[in-house]
């Protein structure tokens, strides 16, 4: 990491003089083909970005949660995609406006270390997906998937590495290029062969090295 604490906060306080929003589960922040209305950053909840393929299916491109800040290329282009941003849970954010974001950097330049960190960690999760989708079968890029994810949103419980991040099987599926029956069946597998163990509404990673090896 690039920038310290106090550089950090000094963002988050930049932001916390904005907007306050709040966002059901399932309500979009972010409309594919609209103008965002500002710069945000998520203080409490999970938000996915994604795009809808021709066959309007979801394609997840990926999973932002508290302390990060989108849409960044929105922020420094103006260019925006047909991507839209969705809350996960109930979400927290604040917004400010482009111009304030891109004043208050002018006139903030040690900030940038922040931003980089976080372009940096948002490169590293694509490329990732990219190299994910190279594996041939649908197993490899679930436990791919489970692998990059357990990193960045696991947490270590009695039983293993809980997947602490409302990501349902179709987010799966969006994200590995597979339909939804084909990733259960996987997921399923997986859990009957002691990789992981399925709940309700989570996945928990039992043999993390064991995944490992199916790659």
Do not use: C
Request: no cysteine; glycine share 6%; proline share 1%.
């Amino acid at each position: 990491m690039l920038a310290d604490e106090s550089v950090l906060q000094k963002l988050v306080d930049f932001f916390h003089s904005g907007t306050k929003l709040s966002y059901k589960k399932g309500e979009s922040i972010v409309r594919a083909g609209d103008d965002p209305r500002g710069i945000y950053y998520i203080d409490q909840g999970f938000v996915k970005a994604y795009a809808i393929t021709k066959y309007g299916e979801e394609n997840l491109l990926i999973v932002r949660k508290d302390g990060d800040i989108f849409p960044l290329i929105w922020a420094f282009t103006g260019l925006h995609r047909d991507i839209t941003y969705q809350a996960m849970s109930d979400t927290t954010l604040w917004r400010v406006a482009r111009s304030d974001f891109l004043e208050f950097l002018k006139k903030n330049e040690h900030v940038m270390s922040v931003l980089l960190d976080m372009s940096i960690e948002a490169y590293r999760l694509h490329s990732e997906r990219v190299m994910n989708l190279e594996y041939r079968t649908v197993r490899e890029r679930v436990a791919s998937f489970l692998l990059t994810h357990t990193e960045r949103f696991g947490r270590k419980t009695s039983k293993g590495i809980l997947l602490d991040a409302p990501i349902r099987r179709s987010d799966i599926a969006g994200s590995i290029n597979a339909t939804r029956e084909t990733t259960s069946r996987e997921l399923s597998y997986l859990s009957k062969h002691g990789y992981i163990l399925l709940g309700v509404n989570d996945i928990t990673v039992t043999d993390i090295d064991k995944l490992r090896e199916l790659l």
